[in-house]
Each structure stands twice: as C-alpha cells, then as structure tokens.
C-alpha cells in the first residue's frame, strides 16, 4: 500500500480544505516544501499535491514549489489542479512528476484525456471526484450529471496510468473514507486505484489494504491535526 500525504498549495503555503470548499480552509504555517522534506525525513516516498492556485486559473502557478521538491527530496510527486492541455502536463513531467492528474478537463473533454495518456505513456493519472454517485468538476463547483461508473466505462481503455478516486462527501472530515464506492470503482478499473477522502486514522489504512486494486491512499487533514503520526504512518508504507 503507498501512502500520499496530501500537500495542497494555496498562495505559497499548505492548506486544506473541508469537502473542497475555499471559504473553509485551513493555512498551516509550514512551507510546501519544507513540509515535503518533514514527510521525506519520516521515511515516506510518495506525495500527492494539488495546485489550487492552478484549480482556479488553469495555469500551472505552483511549477517551481514542484520542481524544489522533486530535486530536494527524490520523492515520486503526484500533481493535480488545473491542468487543462498538453504544455501543462510536458511542464511538470520536465521537472520530475512522476504522474499527472488530469481532472475536469478529462471530463469535459474524453478527447484530450485519451490524447494525454498516448502522448506520455504511464504518466496520466484520473482524478474522479464524485457526489452522491456523480463526478464533480470545476473545483467541485458543478455536478456534471454523469454517473461516476458510466464515465469510467467510457475511457477505461486509454490507457490511464492510475485512478484517483474521492468521494467529495467525505474530504476533510476525517469519518473514513467510503470504501464501498471505491470498492465499485476498482472493481471497474482497468488501472490500480488510489483511495481518497476521509481517511481518519492506522485503521483506515489498514482497511484499504484489504480491498481488491487499490495501489494506495492519500491522508491530509488528519496528518496536519495531529491524529495520525508520520513514524505509524511510515509505517505502513510499502
């Protein structure tokens, strides 16, 4: 199971949000990339961020906080917010993500999703953020009325190098993830699944272990409250 602490960059610093809401954030006083340098120095390897700053200009603001963690810290960086063409995802591929997120963009447009996972072979991950069964887009702002399944059905065979799957209900409340909807996800999936979104303590973790596809999950706010410690963490790390 890999484990992605969550870093989402707002304005230079770490925030987080409750069920991707900007009004209800949280700043933390921690630098982006000295707070990936605390999570390197606790034995952990990978890393999710999200550009919000990107989210909400569809430019990729947050390039070279990117580029400073990679070169510190060797960690194999997810990125996600905003990427909305080909020139975005090349600009964090040259400066060492390991995997893309594309997001809205793919939603709205299938065509650009299968485009992206052709031209960078094994570097397109999909992040579906989804409510009440039906994908979200636009920082969660809209409800694109399409089933979460439906879609994945559509572009299952892209080629997609990875899934990242969020229920919106559950982001930031720290009441454990949805596993049964995941479970349906990766069930459908024809690439390995990260769980997103809730995740409140060890045990969360050690539940996800249990099902069928999934290649890891991602823990923010309960990392940066202090509920989960970075040495159990670690831990379970593998």
Request: include cysteine; glycine fraction near 8%; aromatic fraction near 6%.
């Amino acid at each position: 199971m890999k484990i992605f602490p969550a870093i989402d960059i707002k304005e230079g610093k770490c925030v987080r949000l409750v069920k991707g809401d900007f009004d209800k954030k949280t700043e933390y006083k921690m630098h982006p990339v000295d707070q990936a340098g605390k999570f390197k120095e606790h034995g952990l390897k990978n890393l999710h961020v999200v550009d919000l700053d990107g989210a909400l200009t569809g430019e990729t603001v947050n390039l070279d906080i990117i580029k400073d963690i990679v070169k510190k810290f060797d960690l194999k960086v997810e990125i996600g917010g905003g990427i909305r063409n080909l020139n975005s995802i090349q600009k964090y591929i040259d400066v060492g993500a390991e995997k893309v997120i594309l997001g809205s963009a793919a939603i709205k447009d299938k065509k650009f999703l299968e485009e992206a996972c052709q031209k960078f072979s094994n570097k397109i991950a999909l992040g579906l953020d989804a409510k009440d069964g039906y994908l979200s887009v636009s920082g969660w702002k809209e409800n694109s009325n399409q089933l979460t399944l439906d879609y994945l059905n559509e572009v299952n065979d892209y080629g997609v190098s990875r899934l990242i799957y969020t229920d919106i209900n559950k982001d930031g409340m720290k009441q454990s993830p949805n596993f049964e909807e995941t479970s349906k996800v990766a069930a459908k999936s024809n690439c390995p699944v990260i769980l997103s979104g809730g995740v409140s303590s060890i045990d969360d973790i050690k539940k996800a272990r249990s099902l069928k596809n999934i290649e890891g999950i991602i823990v923010g706010k309960a990392i940066y409250d202090g509920d989960i410690e970075l040495k159990e963490l670690a831990k379970e790390d593998a």
